[in-house]
């Protein structure tokens, strides 16, 4: 039987700049309505599958804030105001900015959508942005509004909400209060997000793990010059910045939203980009986290060294010993599994007696029998790359 694990990596860098309040860019409001709450909320219809999501943190405060009305981007402001108030500036905005959808499945397969596109695109290049808006009434601007984001609303709210169902038999000729109709539908898809997450999570669908939490690459937080054991040939800062304790405080900051918002600890870590190294396994490890997750690519970059040579030959010499149907039971046996043919002479085979003998321990020279041991007096300091 093959088991096969599914992580959904659900991340949005954090958008606010904080001189101003605004969001730069949309995409936290707009993916939430389309996808964050859907892709959870389908679970209910096949109770059998089990999934993993990872949310990030800066993805979910932003949520939050976006669900309490406390947060605004361009997009949403400008989307709202009433079409005949808007500036010449701000119809430029409309017509440069609100076709940012898929063009296939998010526009052309809305008539009035694909038909404000074609408008925009035959007025041709080269007018200037604002000659462009110029071509658009204000009917077309309030068409534009709505298709903006009505195209991002979840398809089940398409087949099952009577009030987007609604707006898209209408199509065209939308009103100021087609527009709040749809903001409120807007609002409460982002009211259903992390709820949605957290009863996965209660009735034991899903499990969600985190990530650092304004998504910093740890290994560079930890030490800069980590680089160089990959790309020994790269150009690197003037100054080296080596601050491991940065980089726990980007994980303790997890651990504490994680606990606000699920009413627990997190188990499970992706790592910002998958990034990994030696310096910081054991900051996860202290944190709390039971395992952590990356990708075969990035592990290859770092052949060899420490933790994830070790994981590569435990994994190695497991296989073997499952083709083999049974443990090795002499030294030459042992030195004979893959990872192992280089190890020192002294590891031998644990005996089937009570006796206590030195195990092998892959790419360690530590024996595992002295971790026995002290496994039985207290928890290891730090965790291995994995799940436990």
């Known amino acids: 039987m093959t088991r096969v694990a599914l992580l959904w990596h659900m991340h949005q860098p954090f958008y606010e700049d904080l001189a101003t309040g605004e969001h730069v860019l949309p995409w936290v409001r707009l993916h939430a309505i389309k996808d964050y709450w859907g892709m959870v909320a389908l679970l209910r219809e096949f109770p059998d599958v089990r999934l993993t999501f990872n949310l990030v943190p800066s993805l979910l405060v932003q949520l939050e804030s976006f669900a309490r009305e406390e947060a605004r981007d361009r997009h949403l402001d400008i989307g709202l105001k009433p079409a005949e108030a808007l500036t010449p500036e701000e119809r430029e905005f409309c017509v440069e900015e609100f076709f940012h959808a898929h063009r296939a499945r998010m526009i052309d397969a809305y008539p009035r959508y694909a038909e404000l596109a074609a408008k925009r695109q035959s007025n041709g290049a080269a007018l200037s942005a604002r000659s462009q808006a110029a071509q658009f009434s204000t009917d077309d601007l309030r068409d534009l509004q709505v298709w903006h984001k009505l195209s991002w609303i979840d398809p089940y709210y398409f087949d099952r909400d009577d009030r987007i169902r ?11 209060q087609d527009k709040a109709t749809l903001r409120a539908v807007e609002l409460e898809l982002l009211r259903r997000v992390i709820p949605e997450y957290r009863d996965a999570a209660e009735r034991g669908q899903i499990e969600i793990s985190t990530s650092p939490f304004y998504h910093p690459i740890l290994p560079l937080l930890c030490d800069t010059d980590v680089y160089l054991r990959t790309h020994p040939s790269s150009r690197m800062p003037r100054e080296r910045f080596r601050h491991p304790e940065d980089a726990a405080e980007q994980l303790l900051r997890a651990v504490k939203l994680y606990e606000r918002l699920f009413g627990r600890r997190p188990a499970g870590l992706w790592p910002s ?93 530590q024996p595992t029998g002295s971790r026995t041991t002290a496994r039985h007096q207290g928890p290891p300091r730090a965790g291995l790359l994995g799940r436990h």
């Open 273 to 365: 980009e998958g990034s990994v190294s030696d310096a910081m396994v054991p900051l996860v490890a202290a944190a709390g986290f039971q395992w952590m997750a990356t990708d075969e690519e990035i592990l290859s970059e770092w052949a060899g060294l420490g933790y994830y040579a070790r994981a590569r030959n435990l994994i190695s010499c497991a296989r073997e010993v499952t083709r083999l149907g049974h443990f090795p039971t002499s030294a030459s046996e042992l030195r004979r599994l893959p990872g192992l043919q280089h190890r020192p002479a002294l590891l031998q085979p644990a005996s089937r007696s009570r006796t206590p003998q030195a195990g092998c321990d892959a790419g360690r020279r």
């Open 166 to 176: 609604a707006l898209v038999v209408k199509g065209r000729r939308f009103t100021e």
